[in-house]
């Protein structure tokens, strides 16, 4: 078992940023892929961007490229995603997850399915 708990969420104005944070505890945490994903209101949840195990392949979805990086710090289970030049339409509840299998392309880390283990989320709010 793996738990997830993000942190970071908040309000901010169009242009601004944020930084999520998601802790991971249970077992190794390096044996993970990870994936941040979002879910907006009447929308079906969405892939954000993902890290593999040893966080030296990363992925974008091509709505936050450039303006969004993932990192992750194996000596404190930690994953991150700084969020800069928001936008209202990046407005979701944005989740981390745990894939135990290994990932090197797009349509791997993308697959929501893969992932066994999910935060509870935490709300971004980017006001016009």
């Known amino acids: 078992q793996v738990q997830l708990v993000e942190s970071g969420g908040g309000l901010v104005q169009a242009g601004g940023s944020l930084s999520l944070s998601c802790q991971a505890s249970?077992?190794?945490?390096?044996?993970?892929?990870m994936g941040w994903f979002r879910q907006a209101p009447g929308k079906e949840g969405e892939f954000v961007s993902g890290i593999s195990r040893g966080g030296g392949r990363t992925v974008y979805a091509d709505s936050v490229k450039g303006r969004f990086a993932i990192s992750r710090d194996n000596a404190k289970n930690m994953v991150y995603l700084q969020m800069n030049s928001l936008k209202p339409e990046d407005t979701a509840i944005y989740y981390c997850?745990?894939?135990?299998?290994?990932?090197?392309?797009?349509?791997?880390?993308?697959?929501?399915?893969?992932?066994?283990?999910w935060g509870q989320g935490t709300q971004v709010t980017v006001s016009s």
């Open positions: 249970g077992r190794t945490f390096s044996n993970y892929a």
């Open positions: 997850a745990a894939d135990e299998g290994y990932c090197t392309d797009y349509g791997c880390f993308a697959a929501r399915s893969r992932y066994e283990y």
